[in-house]
């Protein structure tokens, strides 16, 4: 499972409240990737990393911020959560084990905002 | 526009029966990947099988294999012997980009559900 989790795996907030999401990784990969999962939508990439500090937008970044200090860490923040930010948050990981960039996927937290 | 376009929302096959789920892709790189994952009711996101742009045989891992029409622009997944099991959320996906480039993020499709019944 390439030694991805995620925290929390469930969180139920309210409109206007700071959320932040975490993805740690145990494997030293470079590459890191939030994604939102919306019925209907597939998998729409948030942000991304490819390095400590490094970091840049994905598709549907308005209303996120992204850190990274250190390697085994991804910070995803909601400054201010909205109704429409309800969704499954996936983290993931890039590897390049089998010749290709598979990724990893982390087993997802599921946020509510009420 | 749409990178990756899979036009079946849902998908039923009987069980040991051999089920193609629709996956056609845009772009105008010359090198890419494409990904097919499984997403099974408890929600992970699980990797299946793999084809790369220059790849001249299709992809096979045990009972998936990768229909890979690059004329088309199709990377169609087939599940041979379904079995009940296999019911899931099936998601088509592309990385642009060089084969290794662990950069490529990837864009999926809105995905099929498959329901495999006895």
């Known amino acids: 499972d390439a030694g991805i989790t995620q925290s929390p795996r469930h969180k139920v907030t309210e409109t206007g409240t700071p959320v932040t999401l975490r993805c740690h990784q145990t494997e030293n990969h470079r590459y890191m990737y939030w994604y939102r999962q919306d019925p209907g939508h597939g998998l729409r990439l948030i942000h991304y990393s490819y390095g400590v500090k490094d970091t840049d937008k994905g598709e549907v970044s308005d209303g996120y911020s992204v850190s990274r200090s250190k390697t085994e860490d991804f910070l995803l923040t909601l400054e201010s959560a909205t109704s429409s930010q309800t969704s499954v948050y996936f983290c993931?990981?890039?590897?390049?084990?089998?010749?290709?960039?598979?990724?990893?996927f982390g087993p997802g937290t599921r946020l509510t905002v009420l | 526009a749409q990178k990756i376009t899979q036009t079946q929302p849902g998908m039923f096959v009987q069980e040991k029966e051999a089920v193609t789920l629709d996956c056609t892709y845009d772009?105008?790189?010359?090198?890419?990947?494409l990904f097919w994952y499984k997403q099974p009711s408890s929600g992970e996101m699980i990797f299946l099988i793999y084809q790369g742009s220059y790849d001249e045989q299709n992809a096979t891992e045990g009972r998936y294999s990768l229909n890979f029409q690059k004329a088309r622009k199709s990377a169609n997944l087939v599940i041979s012997a379904s079995q009940l099991g296999d019911s899931a959320m099936y998601f088509c996906a592309m990385r642009e980009g060089p084969r290794g480039s662990t950069l490529g993020r990837l864009y999926f499709g809105r995905g099929t559900q498959l329901t495999v019944w006895p």
């Open positions: 993931a990981i890039s590897t390049t084990s089998g010749g290709f960039n598979e990724q990893f």
């Open positions: 772009t105008s790189d010359q090198s890419y990947g």
